[in-house]
């Protein structure tokens, strides 16, 4: 790295995993990068803790009460916004160089394409971006000529793999799962899967929204999208590979049948690090896989029966339009009813299945639309709850 | 790629494994090759069926005998030289912008430095022109500005992994190994080891030569050395691991704690291809590692005691000078006794090891110390010989 480059960052969802993770990162190499902006929701005392550490110039926040809780705490002079305007704001902050766009859920849309719009680089770890408007989020990366950077460890594994190569050489994506907890539990016995049982993931520690989404394999599914948007390969030209020791991060297959691969520690840091340093590496010095120690890799074929979600992401991302919009919303509001402990787990595949299977379509090209069917699969499935 | 862009071709040892793989390459894809120059030893029959197929304008032979069936047997127009300097001049043949070096042996050296020194891309399969005199060959390189591209599936593997990544942050090559025939064989039954056992390679299809040295470890210690000199990593940086299905073709661990690999099936079609048609690949449409027949890639470690050769090799490597170089040519004439019958199998690293201890060894930056350290050896094994 040339010591004398800094890049000045934005950081939205600063308090979750990947957001922690990121200024951890940022923290070991402090002459490469300056935090411009912070965006978080609600946990204010981690918060007021990287204010104090990264002394940010803006802020944002949910809503005015935590606006105003966070001015009585912080005693020197700091721009505070709030709300979805605020999140726009920040994401569009005029002194950052590159936007991290970590913010979980739908929710992390509008300022994601706000950055973009704004000529931002953007680390994106939010894959709801792509999922819902895929089409228009890299339309305007297009247009905006910006970097969009996966930092999803798999995307990140694909992204690195084709570097060096000519996209049109791309035969396949392999994409690995780790097969999430219950890859080998009987089938019979998922009725009785319970919330804290689907957040114990094998390999990675998580938020738990996503530790959900990877025990139905829903996580998966939307990482297919996901790699469908960013790489413009035909979903039938992604193959989901079950690889239970998370290891292998993923792979690319070439036209000469040479397969690259990028392999790693599951830890998220490699993949921040590398969106943020990239087109060069950052001396991490994290673990590296001890393949004396691991003595194998193993590869399953992923069971579509078993986890339902991971055919109904295949089956939304080939019909288009707003479909994958809809599969994200209701399989948002299906994990929280689960989290809630008001549905159970093979009762979130039955009520994206059903979303879908009741969605009007449109064209994903207007921001208008995906909205609408976001508002509209959300809805549905409320209605549908007990 | 683009149809119009033809590359000439010389083929030296042509009628060897990668010299026919290589023609395989080229016949499959007669719009982007043509091959101006051939260069064989013995095998005049197949020489003559490669004459009508590839028409090439200037063909070597191991001598003037040779020749002279050759000119009996050809009956257009067709240059044709033999022995040391016609390998020389042919590897130097102007019409031709690329010589695919795939002689075996030390009797490859000469002729490579020719086509380095003449100012063609090399596409290197013979891994002795660089164990013997690597800072002579690396040095011819980098003045004559010219591509020197491994062949050896290993290093066309590390190369690949290198590709759109900077060289400094290069952190270590880990170099997978089969671990030939008799890795799980006891060591106490290593005496009884025949030539025929030997010849068995349970994942790759090679010549007699290199089949020995895979059993031995000995091809892994000398890619060791050759992936020191090409890529500039000292030996302690170089790790080997055994992986016996031979799938995980070699890896690269970056500063970041990436790693990258290359995988693809037990082919040298593979690693052929990719020298010739570097930086572009071509469709070769070969058979890809199934991951779930495959169900897992398994790793082990290096037994050095069993395989004092490799042992032997990473010393050489660490003392310089002229050790490889003696190291190579003991090895030579070891297995050449051993395939004759005349001594046992742990004969090899025996006299290999007296080779090396008897050594006086002088600086590699003069060809003549080279060639000098290369016959000393090959006398002074012959002289242990029973």
Chains 1, 2 share one sequence.
Not at 132 to 138: W, Y
Not at 159 to 178: H, M, P, V, W, Y
Not at 283 to 289: D, E, I
Not at 316 to 339: D, H, I, R, S, W
Request: charged share 20%; net charge negative; aromatic share 8%.
């Amino acid at each position: 790295m040339k010591d004398h480059i800094s890049k000045k960052l934005t950081v939205l969802g600063s308090t979750g995993s990947i957001g922690k993770n990121t200024l951890a990162v940022v923290e070991r190499f402090p002459e490469h990068y300056q935090v411009e902006a912070l965006a978080a929701g609600t946990n204010l005392n981690l918060l007021c803790d990287q204010i104090e550490t990264f002394k940010p110039k803006c802020v944002c926040v949910l809503d005015e009460r935590r606006a105003n809780e966070l001015k009585q705490r912080i005693h020197h002079p700091l721009e505070i916004v709030y709300g979805p305007d605020g999140y726009q704001y920040i994401a569009a902050y005029p002194p950052s160089d590159m936007v991290v766009s970590a913010i979980v859920g739908a929710a992390g849309l509008l300022p994601t394409l706000s950055a973009i719009q704004a000529g931002k680089d953007v680390a994106l770890a939010n894959k709801e971006t792509l999922v819902m408007a895929g089409d228009i989020v890299m339309h305007a990366v297009e247009e905006k000529k910006i970097r969009l950077l996966p930092v999803d460890s798999e995307h990140s594994a694909i992204f690195q793999c084709l570097e060096g190569n000519r996209r049109q050489e791309l035969d396949k994506i392999l994409l690995t799962a780790s097969g999430g907890p219950f890859r080998s539990m009987d089938q019979a016995k998922f009725k009785d899967i319970q919330p804290e049982h689907a957040l114990k993931h094998p390999t990675w520690q998580m938020g738990k929204k996503i530790s959900i989404d990877s025990a139905t394999l829903m996580n998966k599914g939307l990482e297919v999208i996901e790699a469908h948007f960013l790489f413009d390969v035909a979903e039938s030209d992604i193959q989901v590979i079950v690889h239970p020791q998370s290891i292998v991060h993923s792979m690319v297959a070439f036209c000469d049948s040479s397969i690259i691969a990028q392999l790693g520690v599951p830890d998220m840091k490699g993949a921040i690090a590398y969106a943020l340093s990239y087109p060069e590496r950052l001396p991490l010095k994290q673990p590296v896989p001890d393949f004396f120690a691991l003595k194998s890799l193993d590869f399953y074929e992923p069971d579509f029966k078993k986890f339902p979600c991971l055919a109904l992401a295949y089956d939304a991302c080939q019909k288009g339009k707003t479909f994958p919009a809809v599969l994200n919303a209701a399989n948002e509001m299906a994990v929280q009813a689960f989290l809630d402990g008001k549905i159970g787990f093979m009762d979130i595949p039955s009520l994206i299945e059903k979303a879908l299977a009741n969605h009007s379509p449109e064209d994903a090209m207007e921001l208008s639309a995906v909205l609408h069917a976001d508002q509209w699969a959300r809805d549905a499935v409320s209605e549908w709850l007990p």
